[in-house]
């Protein structure tokens, strides 16, 4: 009778477990996710990704998202921008993706980055991103297909067919991990948005074991941690409404404070031009040439203000 009740009650618990097993791996996938901006201020460049922890110091995205000698903003799209850190080293598989290295930061909750055994046709999926920098949005829908020809695309360092996916993404979804609806492993990176974000487009993972460990700290060295105070990240914490005015623009540019300058300049020159046309009928000749040898030293001086800036 005890074996009887015993059994029972197994099997009452088996559809429990069945259910809570995914769901408790899709809670740590969805902390693992971060909304990510690499800025090099000196050089006026910025893109804003998404991506995923895949150990303690080190994130997964896509490589069309680095930047030369940047620096990392974790969870953040509003300025000003806090906790920059410091990469102290990429991997890229060349299939578009990348492995950032952060010795600053200490990831409390990060997924296994495992077989990444590729998904085919009809297979449901899911991701978070954050689309258009707006951050952790969730989306799944399935494979439609896959395309033999990758697209032309000379900022893409990938060779090889791509998966097609149904559901919409936008600028700032680039590097949002794919998972595969039926177990939950982790089967690709965003890296298209195609026919305007209508279908995306993602290539296999390709990283090699020893880029793994390497990145890991398990290779053949260790990355010596860096002095500053180390941020512990455990989830997202930056929330930004779609109304949010301040939101972070990904291309930065350095010719606003130059334009501002131009047309002070170029107003006050036509102030003055204005009021000397209005009075031009009662001067005489010698001092009209008065004031166009005056409208002449003010442009003069105008090149010479903009050379010395545009040298700076």
């Known amino acids: 009778m005890k074996r009887t009740i015993a059994a029972l009650l197994l ?23 971060h909304t990510i901006i690499l800025s090099n201020e000196k050089d006026h460049e910025a893109a804003g990704c998404s991506a995923t922890a895949i150990s303690e110091h080190v994130l997964l995205t896509a490589e069309h998202c680095n930047i030369a000698n940047a620096v990392l903003y974790l969870d953040q799209t509003v ?3 806090q906790h920059p850190l410091e990469i102290s080293e990429r991997y890229f598989d060349h299939q ?11 990831f409390k909750n990060f997924i296994s980055y495992g077989a990444c055994a590729p998904l085919k046709q009809e297979d449901h999926y899911y991701m978070w991103g954050n689309p258009g920098l707006l951050p952790n949005q ?8 896959s395309i033999v020809n990758p697209l032309d695309d000379a900022e893409i360092d990938a060779v090889s067919s791509f998966l097609m996916l149904s559901g919409p993404v936008v600028g700032g979804d680039s590097g949002s991990a794919i998972f595969s609806a039926k177990d939950g492993h982790l ?8 026919n305007s974000g209508m279908f995306a487009g993602v290539y296999p993972l390709a990283f090699t074991s020893e880029q793994l460990a390497q990145a890991e700290g398990r290779g053949t060295f260790v990355y010596v941690q860096d002095t500053r105070s180390v941020v512990n ?13 301040t939101l972070l623009h990904v291309v930065e540019s350095g010719a606003t404070p130059l334009l501002l ?29 008065k004031v166009v040898k005056y409208v002449c030293r003010v442009c003069r001086t105008l090149k010479e203000v903009i050379k010395i800036i545009g040298n700076q």
Do not use: N
């Open 233 to 245: 990240v455990t989830a997202p914490v930056q929330t930004v409404s779609a109304s949010d005015t």
């Open 79 to 81: 300025k000003p921008l």
């Open 261 to 289: 300058i131009v047309l002070i300049l170029a107003l006050l020159i036509i102030c003055h031009v204005s009021r000397a046309l209005l009075c031009v009928a009662r001067w005489t000749s010698a001092r009209i040439i």
């Open 11 to 33: 099997f009452i618990a088996l559809p429990v477990f069945a259910v809570t097993a995914p769901l408790t791996l899709k809670s740590e996938q969805h902390k693992a996710t």
């Open 138 to 145: 969730y989306r799944e829908g399935y494979v439609t297909g």
């Open 187 to 194: 089967a690709s990176v965003l890296t298209y948005g195609i």
């Open 96 to 106: 578009d993706h990348m492995l950032i290295v952060l010795p600053g930061v200490s």
